[in-house]
């Protein structure tokens, strides 16, 4: 599968909103467990890398005149930098995670905590496991919803439940790509890049006929995690190792500002994962 066409939007027809993110410092961050087929616990992280790749990213969103939330790292929870993770907030409610795998079970709490001091609305916990950001990503005034290796799909009811806007269910069916924010990227409120094969059959036909303009990837941008990445509308920022996505982006007359995460990567995140967008109420989602 090669990148489609893409018709070029004018960048001053772009309209870019300053965000909220929260991030978490990768102060705790090693592979000492395996829960996704990138982690290997025999495979040395530099933590101080970690931390000076993670510091650029958060120095990039301030510098796009976006604002941080930190929340405060745990010990024990060397995942916890994937702060993608820790929730969803959208529709004027925030949902707590519960995750799949006990090694990360205690960061549900960490961050449902977190996140009912921020302003966020109410914080709703549900029956399903869910990942947060890392399987529902807003897109305009829907919600495009994973499932397949991490979040149930009865937890995409519940959120459409509870937010009020459409969930579309998509299963994701290769175990490389076990949160749906590796393999689409939200590039603003209706456009998506996307990997299809990463998909089951059906998701595919939903995706195609939602998206019919869609940026097309492959495998080669999906697996240096290319389409994990975060935009306002108008700067996309994404890592370094995907330059020909990043092609196909800045055709779409997106700005791409590319960052180097890759100690992060040996946890099987990237950039996305380390951002937890705030939609606070009375700001539009
Ligand atoms: N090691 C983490 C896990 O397997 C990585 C999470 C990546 N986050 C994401 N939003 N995709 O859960």
Same mark, same amino acid.
């Given at each position: 599968?090669?990148?489609?066409?893409?018709?070029?939007?004018?960048?001053? @027809?772009?309209?870019?909103?300053?965000?909220?993110?929260?991030?978490?410092?990768?102060?705790?961050? @090693?592979?000492?467990?395996?829960?996704?087929?990138?982690?290997?616990?025999?495979?040395?992280?530099?933590?101080? $890398?970690?931390?000076?790749?993670?510091?650029?990213?958060?120095?990039?969103?301030?510098?796009?005149?976006?604002?941080?939330?930190?929340?405060?790292?745990?010990?024990?929870?060397?995942?916890?930098?994937?702060?993608?993770?820790?929730?969803?907030?959208?529709?004027?409610?925030?949902? /707590?995670?519960?995750?799949?795998?006990?090694?990360?079970?205690? @960061?549900?709490?960490?961050?449902?905590?977190?996140?009912?001091?921020? /302003?966020?609305?109410?914080?709703?916990?549900?029956?399903?496991?869910?990942?947060?950001?890392?399987?529902?990503?807003?897109?305009?005034?829907?919600?495009?919803?994973?499932?397949?290796?991490?979040?149930?799909?009865?937890?995409? @009811?519940?959120?459409?439940?509870?937010?009020?806007?459409?969930?579309? !269910?998509?299963?994701?069916?290769?175990?490389?790509?076990?949160?749906?924010?590796?393999?689409?990227?939200? $590039?603003?409120?209706?456009?998506?890049?996307?990997?299809?094969?990463?998909? !089951?059959?059906?998701?595919?036909?939903?995706?195609?006929?939602?998206?019919?303009?869609?940026?097309?990837?492959?495998?080669?941008? /999906?697996?240096?995690?290319?389409?994990?990445?975060?935009?306002?509308?108008?700067?996309?920022?994404?890592?370094?190792?995907?330059?020909?996505?990043?092609?196909?982006?800045?055709?779409?007359?997106? !700005?791409?500002?590319?960052?180097?995460?890759?100690?992060?990567?040996?946890?099987?995140?990237?950039?996305?994962?380390?951002?937890?967008?705030?939609?606070?109420?009375?700001?539009? !989602?």
């Amino acid at each position: 599968m090669t990148i489609t066409d893409f018709a070029p939007t004018p960048m001053r @027809e772009r309209i870019s909103r300053p965000r909220t993110y929260a991030m978490t410092t990768p102060t705790h961050f @090693e592979v000492n467990y395996s829960i996704n087929p990138w982690m290997d616990p025999s495979i040395e992280v530099d933590n101080s $890398l970690a931390l000076e790749q993670w510091e650029r990213l958060r120095r990039t969103y301030l510098d796009l005149g976006h604002t941080v939330d930190l929340v405060p790292a745990e010990p024990g929870l060397p995942d916890m930098v994937y702060a993608a993770n820790g929730g969803l907030v959208a529709g004027g409610v925030a949902i /707590a995670a519960r995750f799949r795998h006990a090694e990360r079970r205690a @960061e549900g709490p960490a961050y449902a905590a977190w996140l009912a001091g921020a /302003a966020v609305g109410p914080v709703h916990h549900l029956d399903g496991i869910n990942e947060g950001e890392g399987d529902f990503l807003v897109v305009g005034d829907r919600i495009l919803a994973g499932s397949g290796f991490r979040t149930d799909p009865v937890a995409h @009811e519940q959120v459409r439940r509870l937010t009020g806007m459409p969930v579309i !269910s998509l299963e994701l069916v290769d175990p490389r790509y076990y949160h749906l924010d590796t393999v689409i990227a939200v $590039l603003d409120d209706h456009t998506i890049a996307y990997h299809p094969a990463a998909f !089951s059959t059906a998701a595919q036909d939903t995706l195609a006929t939602l998206y019919p303009d869609a940026i097309v990837a492959d495998d080669a941008d /999906a697996i240096v995690l290319g389409l994990n990445l975060v935009s306002d509308g108008r700067n996309v920022v994404m890592t370094d190792a995907a330059p020909r996505l990043a092609a196909a982006i800045t055709g779409a007359g997106v !700005s791409v500002i590319e960052v180097d995460l890759s100690e992060l990567l040996k946890g099987g995140g990237g950039i996305k994962c380390c951002t937890l967008e705030l939609r606070r109420t009375g700001t539009p !989602s």
